[in-house]
């Protein structure tokens, strides 16, 4: 059973920082792409980043230069490491990871940038 959980999130000021972790279990992350995803009230889900087996990542136009996804095979969890927040980065963010035909998903980390 392929469960993803996710932590990390919480009340941050604008201009501040968070890191989020993604940890698996029962499967190994380390072959398939996993990606971070926001759904913010009355928005639907977005991408914000992934990472490929191979390491490679994309981004949303909205978070490049701020956000970095990485991962740590060793510790089967992927991480979002968000700096420079915004009020706009408000929502709950989720950890995806697809096995083709399915996506698996977490239960998802609230995050509120506001002062």
């Known amino acids: 059973q392929v469960q993803l959980v996710e932590s990390g999130g919480g009340l941050v000021q604008p201009g501040g920082s968070l890191r989020l972790s993604c940890t698996a279990s029962?499967?190994?992350?380390?072959?398939?792409?996993m990606g971070w995803y926001r759904q913010a009230p009355g928005k639907q889900r977005e991408l914000v980043a992934r990472?490929?087996?191979?390491?490679?990542?994309n981004y949303a136009d909205s978070v490049k230069g701020r956000f970095t996804i990485s991962r740590d095979n060793a510790k089967n969890t992927v991480y979002l490491q968000m700096n420079s927040l915004k009020p706009e980065d408000t929502a709950v963010y989720y950890c995806?990871?697809?096995?083709?035909?399915?996506?698996?998903w977490g239960q998802g980390t609230q995050v509120t940038v506001s002062s």
């Open positions: 029962g499967i190994i992350v380390r072959i398939y792409t």
């Open positions: 995806n990871l697809y096995r083709g035909p399915t996506d698996y």
């Open positions: 990472i490929s087996s191979t390491g490679i990542t």
